[in-house]
């Protein structure tokens, strides 16, 4: 008998340390360890946050790399580069340390140097989570993507975002603010 996807990611997070395993649609995925320019996005998206007055207290917290349990098939789960969750989330794990989609207010994806399933696989698994915002960093094509409006497995509302401009997430993350788009795409020593 073939192993069950979820023993696949257990085998291949076993051998592949500090890859990101995760299970789409049944499908195993590995991406390789984040390279500077993708850890340095994270960063200045976290000081942004943190410049508009999001605390580790009694509102939503930013939180890098915390696995969310999808409903797109038994054993699916993705582990969102940054997310933006309840403040309760304790609460809220399901299992195999996975959180519910219902607590995480935004997921954010830093596209890597090889596309993976940021633009493809993801959106559909986050709206099918009920995820109300996705954003989507695409270092490969220089641009933003502000996803909204979650229905069934598609976002309503797609914003695209170049260098040069500035985009504001939803106030329903729970803090307001606007990040200028050069600041995350445009490549820096």
């Known amino acids: 008998m073939a192993p069950l996807p979820l023993e696949m990611a257990d085998v291949l997070f076993d051998r592949f340390p500090g890859h990101r395993v995760e299970v789409l ?28 007055g999001m605390r580790c207290d009694d509102r939503p917290r ?14 699916d789960y993705a582990i969102p580069d940054l997310s933006v969750v309840d403040p309760e989330i304790d609460d809220h794990m399901i299992e195999f340390n996975c959180y519910d989609p219902a607590v995480f207010r935004l997921v954010l994806e830093v596209t890597s140097s090889a ?34 409006e979650p229905q069934g497995t598609e976002y309503r509302v797609r914003a695209v975002h170049h260098p040069g401009e500035s985009f504001t997430l939803p106030e329903s993350i729970g803090v307001s603010v606007t990040i200028p788009v050069n600041d995350l795409v445009v490549i820096r020593p």
């Not at 930013?62 to 054993?75: E, V, Y």
């Not at 596309?115 to 094509?141: C, H």
Request: glycine share 8%; aromatic share 8%.
């Open 25 to 52: 649609g049944g499908l195993v995925s590995v991406e390789p360890l984040q390279d500077m320019c993708h850890a340095r996005i994270l960063s200045d998206v976290m000081a942004a946050f943190f410049r508009a």
């Open 115 to 148: 596309l993976g399933d940021e633009l493809t696989r993801k959106p559909a698994a986050y709206a099918s989570g009920g995820v109300p915002v996705y954003v989507i960093v695409d270092r490969t094509n220089q641009r933003v993507m502000v996803l909204t």
């Open 62 to 75: 930013a939180i890098q790399r915390l696995a969310i349990w999808l409903p797109t098939g038994p054993f």
